[in-house]
């Protein structure tokens, strides 16, 4: 009974079963070929462990890549969830590849070994091939190329060395040298500028001495009224010989302190040189080191990166050769994998189902709603008839013929009182003052009765028949032969 819905299926059904089977609930049947089953029985978990292992490292390196990939997409323009989608985005592609992977590839060794390459068999087995070979293709070279980004990221860093320590050695013996040049120079400088001070004293006495002898013979000269031009003119000579010899022998000193300064600068620059040197060459050594320890962690991420790559495409191999003799396992031992749909494999999905109820629900109520209140809808009133419609082609219009004076006439009545029912006078009258008035005096006009077509003389104006009689039977030709009643008229209408 379970497979009686299944007898009236046509093609369409079929493929229809073929796209959803995998979400059917399947068996396998019993081995028909017991000997071929029970050699190779042993093998058979051990190549699904397998191959479920070689998944899970293949699994493994395709996550960080992927990861990778999405959160450097992301995190220019969403640095605060780049993180959060890159793991979702990760988990979501690595399962489609392995869950593509362990479902498209016993379908694709099923193809070949079966012969499924006829009919709409080879249809599916073509697309079945290609999204094999996609899947293994997209597995296999992310599997490869993130091994050797994955080793360096387990993989210890180099010990790169800093040049720190001889940067504070360098700038320690800086500091020593320039402090001693600084005191060294500022010696110098005091001893030299003791020794002008005593030139300086010397000189000054000296100079002194000769201009009291010129001061001495000036005296004589205005004491005696002799002369001593001879003794002044020496005095001075030996002034200015003094002068010179101070200013010389300053010069001097200034000399030997400038050498001395200039040795002791060059000494400075020596040892400044010696430093840099030696710092220079510590900086080298360390860059040499660095560069070693560098190369020697890229060659070892490089063979091991090399060697998990392989690994990998070793694993991906070992999955397919699993896959492989699993299913030649099964068509050895003639087992067939059955499917056992159940009525919800043909039932709409969920959610159209939610959707289809509330949809419902809403119509019921909506409709019911509608219903009652179009019960509660009284009949439409009965369409009066008509108004008559009147023809004025034909009629030929009147014209008045009137004087000055009769126009006057008429003007000044209008503006002191204009009666109602006032008519303009024809061309038979003769003045103003014989102009009638029809029925103008007690205020009726003629009217036709909208029942018999009678003219009638109204007592108001918007009076429509000549008697009560052809009003009742009006409104019984109007309303199915019902005659009039104005008390119950009155009576509903309040």
């Not at 399947?26 to 479920?52: M, Q, W």
């Not at 003219?455 to 009003?471: G, H, I, L, N």
């Amino acid at each position: 009974m379970r497979f009686q819905c299944l007898a009236g299926l046509d093609r369409k059904g079929v493929l229809l079963i073929k796209t959803i089977v995998k979400i059917m609930k399947t068996f396998l049947s019993l081995p028909k070929n017991e000997k071929f089953f029970s050699y190779y029985a042993g093998l058979v978990p051990t190549l699904f462990k397998v191959g479920f292992i070689a998944q899970v490292i293949s699994a493994a390196t395709e996550i960080t890549i992927i990861y990778a990939l999405i959160y450097n997409s992301l995190q220019d323009f969403a640095p605060g969830q780049a993180r959060a989608l890159s793991i979702v985005g990760a988990v979501i592609g690595t399962a489609l590849l392995e869950v593509g992977l362990r479902k498209f590839t016993p379908y694709s060794i099923r193809a070949i070994l079966y012969g499924k390459f006829s009919g709409l068999d080879l249809v599916m087995s073509i697309f079945i091939f290609l999204a094999t070979i996609g899947l293994l293709g997209a597995s296999g070279y992310l599997s490869f190329t993130n091994s050797k980004e994955i080793v360096r990221a387990v993989a210890p860093a180099p010990d790169l060395q800093t040049d720190d320590q001889v940067k504070d050695e360098y700038n320690l013996h800086l500091a020593n040298v320039n402090s001693q040049y600084s005191s060294d120079s500022a010696a110098i400088a005091g001893r030299y500028a003791d020794q002008v001070t005593a030139k300086e004293k010397k000189f000054a006495a000296l100079i002194a001495i000769e201009q009291a002898e010129y001061k001495k013979y000036l005296h004589r000269e205005w004491s005696t009224g002799k002369s001593y031009r001879s003794k002044k003119e020496a005095a001075q000579v030996n002034v200015k010989r003094l002068e010179a010899e101070q200013m010389e022998a300053i010069a001097a000193l200034k000399s030997q302190e400038a050498n001395e300064l200039k040795t002791l600068l060059q000494s400075k620059a020596g040892q400044l040189a010696g430093i840099k040197s030696e710092l220079d060459a510590n900086k080298s050594e360390i860059k040499t080191a660095n560069n070693e320890a560098i190369a020697s962690s890229k060659r070892m991420i490089s063979t091991y990166g090399g060697g998990l790559a392989w690994f990998t495409v070793f694993c991906l191999m070992i999955f397919v050769v699993s896959v492989l003799l699993n299913e030649v396992h099964r068509k050895g031992s003639e087992i067939e994998e059955k499917a056992q749909p159940t009525q919800y494999d043909f039932l709409p999905g969920i959610f159209t189902e939610l959707v289809s109820m509330v949809n419902n629900k809403y119509q019921y109520y909506a409709r019911k709603g509608i219903y009652q209140l179009d019960g509660k809808t009284p009949e439409a009133p009965l369409p009066n008839t008509g108004h008559d419609l009147y023809d004025l082609a034909e009629i030929e219009q009147r014209k008045i013929t009137l004087t000055r004076e009769q126009l006057e006439a008429i003007q000044e009545q209008q503006q002191n009182r204009r009666r109602i029912g006032f008519k303009i006078p024809n061309n038979n009258s003769t003045s103003v003052n014989n102009a009638t008035v029809s029925n103008s005096s007690n205020g009726q006009s003629s009217h036709n009765c909208d029942n018999c077509g009678n003219e009638y003389q109204a007592k108001v104006s918007w009076q429509r028949f000549c008697s009560p009689d052809c009003k009742t039977e009006f409104h019984a030709k109007q309303h199915g032969g019902q005659k009039f009643n104005a008390r119950k008229y009155h009576q509903k209408k309040k």
